[in-house]
């Protein structure tokens, strides 16, 4: 079941999830965060179902502080504009922070359309600790437009 973007075809097998390629793409485009303001750097990398392409975001600021995209979105509008509409295996964020940081609750939403209740979404922290959740779990109740429900 997918929570919205309801015309992708998940192929019979599932992609693996490698987490150390992951995570180390995921640092990797951390390094180019632009945060000049927070100076909180963000890096994720995500896994599309279909392909088991890796596309990576980090957090990009901006004087006008709303205008800020975080790496997550990022990563998926980055997926979306290679391959066309995904659905997301898998998603990896690395932030320094203790306990590693979620993404935050517009970028669920955003990524909601184009994930599974169980979508893995594995954190780490620069220095190595990690959590793992479902989609799900940090997104039970998602918007949904009526017409995409399934
Ligand atoms: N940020 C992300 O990139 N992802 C999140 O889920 C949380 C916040 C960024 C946005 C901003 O550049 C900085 O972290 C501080 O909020």
């Known amino acids: ?9 998940l192929p019979s097998g599932r992609p693996l999830v490698d987490l150390d390629v992951m995570r180390t793409l995921a640092r990797q485009a951390r390094e180019h965060a632009y945060a000049p303001y927070s100076r909180f750097k963000v890096g994720a990398c995500l896994l599309s ?5 890796m596309y990576t975001g980090c957090n990009v600021e901006n004087s006008s502080y709303g205008a800020t995209v975080c790496a997550e979105r ?10 066309g509409v995904v659905g997301v295996e898998a998603l990896v964020v690395v932030s320094d922070d203790d306990p590693p940081a979620p993404p935050c609750a517009l ?3 955003v990524l909601a359309e ?4 169980d979508t893995r979404v ?5 220095d190595g600790k ?3 959740y479902s989609f799900a779990e940090l997104l039970p109740n998602p918007f949904i437009f009526p017409t995409m429900r399934q």
């Open 1 to 9: 079941m997918l929570y919205g973007a309801n015309d992708i075809v």
């Open 49 to 53: 179902a279909a392909t088991g392409r």
């Open 74 to 83: 990022n990563a998926i509008l980055h997926a979306i504009a290679e391959e």
């Open 107 to 109: 970028c669920l939403q």
């Open 114 to 117: 184009f994930s599974r209740p």
């Open 122 to 126: 594995i954190l780490f922290s620069v």
């Open 130 to 132: 990690c959590v793992e």
